[in-house]
C-alpha cells in the first residue's frame, strides 16, 4: 500500500493587463500537461521549488497541467475554462484513484479574463467544489504584484507571495509555500487566510522592496511572523495598477491558525503603516529629455534609460520608439534598444551584413505610445532568439525557467544606437538577453530598458548611473491618466 502523501501539482500564470486592446489567446500560452510539468525540475522555476520539497517530503507528485502567459492585454475567457476543464479531469481523476492529501498551485494573481474579473478566486472556489476537495489543504504560491481577493483567502489555507522586487525569490517563495503544506500535513493543521485591501494603488516602480514604503511594510511583515507564532505568514502584496478590476492595488493577508482577532489586529498594524507611507510610492520621473541631455555630458557608461511606460513584465508591447528617438534626436551614439516587431525581423530574412533598407520599426502594440519610426537601418546579425538566463534567480527564470526563446531575432544599427528586434517580446530581465546577440552591455554608453524594477538585479550591477523617464505609454506611472471603470472607490491617488 502506498503511503506516500500525493500532492496535485497545477499552474495558471497570467498578469492582465486591461488598458491594452489586445486579447491573450491560446496562442499566446505555454501549455504543459503531466509529466512535462515534472520536467521543470532544475529549471529556476516555481513548479521547480515545490518539486524540490516534494522530492525531500518524499511525496507523490500528481502532475496535471500548467498554462502560462507573458503579462498582456485580456485573456480569453476560453483559456480559463478550458484549463479548468483539464484541472478538474485531472483533480476528479485523482480523488477517485488514490485519493489526494494536498493540492499544490503555481500562480501569479493578477489574471483577468472577457468574463470573470476574479479567475483565481473562482478558480480555488471550483477546486473547493470538487467532491473529495473541500477540505484539503490548498496552498500556492503567487506574485507580489497580484490582486489579491477576498475569493481567493476564502478557499485557500495557504498562498504564499513572493517577497522581493526584484522577484529574485519566486522560486524560494514557492519552496515557502510547499514547506507550510508539509507542515500542515505533518501537524494535522488547518490554517485559514486573512485579507485586507488597502485603498492604495501604486505603479510598478513604487513597488522596489529594497525602498519605501515596501521595505517599511516587509520589515513590519517579518516582525508580526516573529511576535505571533501561530502566524504562519504574512503577505505584503504591492499589487497591480494596470487591471482596472475592483481590487487592485495594495494588500495585506496571512496564514494563521489562530485567532481571527489576533489576525485583524495585525492586519490592522499593517493598513496602518501603508497609509502612511503611501506617499513614497508615487514614482519619481525624470524628463527624457532632461536625462538624455545630461547623460550627453558626462564619461563613460553604461547608463541606463528605464521606460516604465513599456514594461514588457508589466503588460506592455515592448515596441515603444521613444527612448530610440530620443538616442537619435540627442545624436548619443554607442547605445542599445530592444525592440519587439515581428514585421521588422521579417523584414531583413534575406539581408546580408552591411544591407540598408528602410522600414517602420515598432510603435505598433499600442496608440498610447510614441508610435512607428521610420529609419534606414543597417542590417547586422540575425539568430533564433534563444539564449540561457546568466541568473537563475531572475523573475524571468520564475516565469519561464533559464531557457529563453525571442523569437526570430535581428540586429540593427542606426546613426551607432544597436537596435535588437525580436520577434516575441522578452522582458529585460537578464544581460545575457543582449550578450547572446553579439551586444556587450558594458561596452556601451547608455541602454534603453522597457521595465519598472525587475531590471534591477541584473542592470544595477553594471550601470554608472540610472534614469526612470517618462514616456507615454500603456503601463504609465501616472495612474490618475487611465480610465478606470471597476475599481473601488475611493483609492489613493486616484480619488
Known amino acids: 500500500m502506498n503511503t506516500r502523501p500525493r500532492i496535485l501539482l497545477a499552474g495558471l500564470y497570467h498578469e492582465t493587463h486591461t488598458f491594452v486592446d489586445e486579447i491573450t489567446t491560446f496562442a499566446d500560452y505555454d501549455i504543459l500537461r503531466s509529466e512535462a510539468l515534472l520536467a521543470r525540475k532544475g529549471d529556476g522555476s516555481t513548479v521547480d521549488g515545490f518539486l524540490e520539497v516534494a522530492e525531500t517530503e518524499g511525496w507523490d507528485v500528481v502532475p496535471v497541467v500548467e498554462y502560462s502567459a507573458l503579462p498582456s492585454g485580456t485573456t480569453d475567457h476560453a483559456v480559463f475554462e478550458q484549463f479548468w476543464a483539464e484541472l478538474e479531469t485531472g483533480l476528479r ?33 471550483r477546486i473547493r467544489g470538487a467532491p473529495g476537495a473541500e477540505t484539503l489543504p490548498l496552498y500556492a504560491v503567487f506574485d507580489l504584484h497580484a490582486t489579491f481577493t477576498a475569493a481567493m483567502a476564502k478557499h485557500a489555507n495557504g498562498l504564499v507571495a513572493y517577497r522581493e522586487n526584484p522577484h529574485t525569490d519566486a522560486r524560494d517563495s514557492a519552496v515557502r509555500s510547499a514547506e507550510l503544506l508539509a507542515r500542515a500535513l505533518r501537524e494535522k493543521a ?171 520599426l515598432g510603435g505598433k502594440g499600442s496608440k498610447l505610445g510614441a508610435g512607428p519610426i521610420e529609419v534606414s537601418a543597417t542590417f547586422v546579425s540575425r539568430s533564433d532568439g534563444e539564449f540561457t538566463l546568466e541568473d537563475r534567480n531572475s523573475h524571468l527564470a520564475a516565469m519561464q525557467g533559464v531557457h529563453i526563446s525571442m523569437g526570430a531575432s535581428v540586429v540593427l544599427e542606426v546613426d551607432g544606437v544597436k537596435i535588437l528586434v525580436n520577434s516575441r517580446k522578452t522582458p529585460p530581465f537578464d544581460l545575457g538577453q543582449l550578450r547572446s546577440q553579439g551586444i556587450v552591455p558594458e561596452e556601451l554608453t547608455a541602454i534603453g530598458v522597457k521595465a519598472a524594477v525587475a531590471h534591477r538585479r541584473a542592470y544595477d550591477p553594471i550601470a554608472v548611473k540610472s534614469y526612470t523617464v517618462a514616456t507615454p505609454g500603456p503601463c504609465t506611472s501616472v495612474l490618475t491618466s487611465l480610465p478606470y471603470r471597476r475599481l473601488r472607490q475611493p483609492v489613493f491617488p486616484i480619488s
Open 93 to 125: 481523476a485523482a480523488l477517485k484513484k488514490g485519493g489526494l492529501d494536498g493540492i499544490w498551485l503555481a500562480l501569479h494573481g493578477a489574471m483577468v479574463t472577457t468574463e470573470s474579473i476574479d479567475p483565481e478566486g473562482e478558480l480555488l472556489a
Open 190 to 360: 488547518e490554517p485559514v487566510m486573512h485579507a485586507r485591501n488597502a485603498a492604495i494603488l501604486w505603479a510598478p516602480p513604487g513597488t522596489g522592496t529594497a525602498d519605501s514604503p515596501m521595505r517599511d511594510l516587509e520589515t513590519l511583515a517579518r516582525q508580526i511572523e516573529a511576535e505571533d507564532a501561530e502566524i504562519w505568514a504574512v503577505n505584503i502584496i504591492g499589487g497591480y495598477s494596470f487591471s482596472d478590476v475592483p481590487d487592485a492595488g495594495v494588500a495585506l493577508s496571512l496564514i494563521t491558525t489562530g485567532s481571527a482577532e489576533r489576525a485583524s489586529a495585525a492586519l490592522d498594524r499593517l493598513e496602518a503603516l501603508a497609509v502612511e507611507l503611501r506617499e513614497l510610492g508615487q514614482p519619481k520621473e525624470w524628463d527624457l529629455d532632461a536625462a538624455l541631455s545630461e547623460i550627453k555630458t558626462l564619461e563613460g557608461g553604461p547608463y541606463i534609460v528605464v521606460e516604465p511606460a513599456d514594461n514588457i513584465g508589466g503588460g506592455a508591447p515592448g515596441d515603444d520608439t521613444a527612448i530610440l528617438r530620443g538616442f537619435l534626436r540627442h545624436g548619443i551614439r554607442n547605445t542599445a534598444v530592444a525592440i519587439a516587431d515581428a514585421e521588422a525581423v521579417q523584414s531583413f530574412a534575406d539581408a546580408a551584413p552591411g544591407d540598408v533598407r528602410t522600414i517602420a
